[in-house]
């Protein structure tokens, strides 16, 4: 399985972008995918998951209300759309995916696959 994530890019605070991950290879085998990000000098974080079905999603409580994730499983890809930005969003951005299928998926030691990572810029 491959994922590529792309629709990173340079906005000013309170500007929005939308990032894709598309899945390919194996993608039969794909259950949750999320999006973290890691800041200079940072960790890795959580920022959002979706289930399989698109019905259950997790979000990190700063970007609750500011960022939906969604997916569309005939294409293989996740979506996060991110409204309202702000400078501390700056990070690479990385689509994950898992295929165990785990209740809830916050714990980055949860996925099997990870994309290349797409640069979120936010300048105030």
């Known amino acids: 399985v491959q994922l590529q994530a792309s629709g990173g890019g340079s906005v000013h605070a309170g500007g929005f972008l939308r990032l894709s991950c598309e899945a390919s290879g194996r993608t039969s085998r794909l259950k949750g995918m999320g999006w973290f990000r890691q800041g200079p000098g940072n960790e890795r974080e959580f920022v959002a998951a979706i289930s399989w079905s698109g019905y259950y999603t997790w979000y990190e409580d700063s970007v609750k209300g500011r960022f939906t994730i969604s997916r569309d499983n005939g294409k293989n890809t996740v979506y996060l759309q991110m409204n309202t930005l702000k400078p501390e969003d700056t990070a690479v951005y990385y689509c994950?995916?898992?295929?165990?299928?785990?209740?809830?998926?916050?714990?980055?030691?949860?996925?099997?696959?990870w994309g290349q990572g797409t640069q979120v810029t936010v300048s105030s």
């Open positions: 994950a995916a898992e295929v165990d299928g785990f209740v809830v998926l916050t714990n980055l030691r949860q996925y099997d696959y």
